[in-house]
């Protein structure tokens, strides 16, 4: 079993940056394609970023040439960076993680999830 565990997330002002962390605790998860989502307020969760066991990294387009996702196998952590705030980008972001390194944006690909972290960007 996984446990991963979100960090970083508060509040910025449009233009700024956060730095999301995601530590996976009970299993390594270097074999593992993971994954950022995020859901605001009255909408449905959706897929931000993701990262193969490879290192292949694949975004939105709402948030591509702004946010960054990498990995740190031997710290077991992946991490999202993001840039050029916008107050859209305001949402709880997930972490998930994928044990079969499908490699996917579809939610039901990934068997572990982190309890969230909220991040509010102001205008």
């Known amino acids: 079993q996984v446990q991963l565990v979100e960090s970083g997330g508060g509040m910025a002002q449009a233009g700024g940056s956060l730095k999301l962390s995601c530590a996976a605790s009970?299993?390594?998860?270097?074999?593992?394609?993971m994954g950022w989502f995020r859901q605001a307020p009255g909408k449905e969760r959706e897929f931000v970023a993701r990262?193969?066991?490879?290192?292949?990294?694949y975004y939105a387009d709402s948030v591509k040439g702004r946010f960054t996702i990498s990995r740190d196998n031997a710290k077991n952590t992946v991490y999202l960076q993001m840039n050029s705030l916008k107050p859209e980008d305001t949402a709880v972001y997930y972490c998930?993680?994928?044990?079969?390194?499908?490699?996917?944006?579809?939610?039901?690909?990934?068997?572990?999830w982190g309890q969230g972290t909220q991040v509010t960007v102001s205008s």
């Open positions: 998930a993680g994928d044990p079969r390194g499908s490699y996917s944006s579809k939610e039901k690909e990934y068997d572990y």
């Open positions: 009970g299993r390594t998860i270097s074999t593992y394609a």
């Open positions: 990262i193969s066991r490879g290192g292949s990294k």
